[in-house]
Each structure stands twice: as C-alpha cells, then as structure tokens.
C-alpha cells in the first residue's frame, strides 16, 4: 500500500501555498468537521495534530481545553499555525517517522494528511505507536475516484497525469483493518465557476500533480478552453469530486 511520493516537493507546495491556504480549503474545513463529529465526547488532555497545515483544528481542539501539538512537514504552514497561536506546541515532521515518543497522546487527529505518506500502513503504525493503549485515533484521507474530472479534462489534452492518484477504497480499508480503525467513505463534490477556478482551488492548497514530485506544465489560454470543453459540469458549475475515507478507533 505505497505511493511514489517525492517529500521536498510536496513540502515546498504546500509552503508556497501556506499563506493563501485557508482560502481554498473548502474540502478539507468539510473532511475536518465530519472528522469532528465522529470524535468522542470525552478524551484525555494530549492531542497530536498530524499533518496541521494552517493549525485550523489545531485551534479548535485548543478551544476545546486540548494540550496540541501541531505536527507539519513544511516549515512554512508550521510558521502559519503558530502566528495563528493554534497550538501549545510546533514540531517538523513526517508523519512516516514521527518524532516523537511512544504513548504520548490521548488523541492523534490527521485531516487530510496520509494521503501524501509513502505507505499508509506505516504512517497508521506510527499514529498507533505514540498512542496511549486508551486513546483515540481519527484521520480522514482520499482514496481512488477522487478527481476524476481533472483527469477526464485533461485526457483530451495530453497523456500526462495532472491530478494526484489515491490508494483504492479496499486497500485503505485493508489498512485500517490492520490497526483495528474502522472506516466509513463518502462523496463530496464541489462546483466551481470556471476550469481555471478548479484547478486554481487545488494549486491554492498545494495539491497540485505531486506524487511524482512535479507540478504539471503551463496552463495556457488555448490548453485551457481545451479543459473548459471537456470538464464535467453540471447545472452548478464545473465539478470536482471527492472520495473520502474516514478512519477512527479508540483503543
């Protein structure tokens, strides 16, 4: 269960994004608070915000009487997330290698974050790992599916991939499984003006192709009325779509 992810590539995507990032994070202010609600009522004081972007849950959880520790791979969302005072504490990391003790938490929390590890399994591992033996462990990620209307869109184009590819919906499964986590999916679709505003909405969070550690090439006007006439679209607008998956356990 592993992707070819180049780490300093998504690191700098992200930091390039992180002071607009709030601003086209849609998806994941929706992932974040169906995260939430599958959240006990009750849980102890350490919580690890895995993958904290912005601090956005961070914050939250803070205001809920929460000791965060804010986690990020790119230095530049840490910097973010603290000027936003979203957390007691800021760590670099890779949520692959964890730095940090084991049985250290009541709670690790990873909005939309896995999805960038080497290897789900591993990163469930480590999550596992500075778990206490009573704690709770939520995550939300993407699997298989999602995207496709860039992927569509850009097929008429050329041959090259535009849009990151998840793991299938069996093999997260498979995954959480594996760490006794139960999981649920679910759709989301978004609708945006224009082409351009969809594929401006992922450049704005950092997600951008980078699973191969590169950003896709210049979009110009004429590959983008191309785009426009092969986006799928709806009464609503230009669409994008979502599968996300849904991983808790509390141990």
């Known amino acids: 269960m592993t992707l070819q992810v180049d780490k300093r590539a ?19 202010r929706l992932s974040g608070d169906a995260l939430l609600a599958r959240a006990p009522a009750h849980s102890g004081p350490q919580l690890l915000d895995a993958g904290c972007g912005t601090g956005w849950y961070s914050k939250q959880w803070r205001a809920r009487g929460k000791q965060v520790t804010a986690l ?27 730095p940090l003790a084991t049985a250290g938490f009541d709670l690790v929390w990873s909005n939309l974050a896995v999805q960038w590890s080497d290897d789900l399994s591993q990163a469930l591992g480590q999550f596992r790992r500075v778990l206490r033996p009573d704690g709770t462990l939520l995550f939300s990620t993407l699997s298989a599916g999602s995207l496709q209307e860039v992927h569509q869109a850009w097929s008429h184009l050329d041959e090259h991939p ?41 450049k704005g969070i950092g997600a951008t192709h980078l699973h191969q550690g590169r950003d896709g090439p210049l979009l110009t006007r004429p590959r983008l009325a191309q785009l426009e ?19 808790v356990s509390s141990s």
């Open 229 to 247: 006439a092969h986006w799928p679209r709806d009464r609503h607008g230009f669409r994008l779509s979502y599968h996300l998956i849904y991983g």
């Open 72 to 98: 990020d791979l790119s230095p530049q969302m840490l910097q973010q997330a603290r000027a936003n005072d979203a957390a007691q504490h800021y760590l670099a990391g890779d949520i692959d290698a964890l």
């Open 162 to 202: 535009h849009a990151n590819r998840f793991l299938s919906e069996q093999q997260i499964a498979a995954a959480c499984a594996a760490h006794r986590l139960s999981c649920e999916s679910e759709l989301i679709t978004l609708h945006f003006p224009d082409a351009l505003s969809a594929m401006r909405s992922l």
């Open 10 to 28: 998504v690191a700098r995507a992200f930091g390039r994004a992180a002071g607009h990032y709030d601003a086209h994070a849609a998806l994941q």
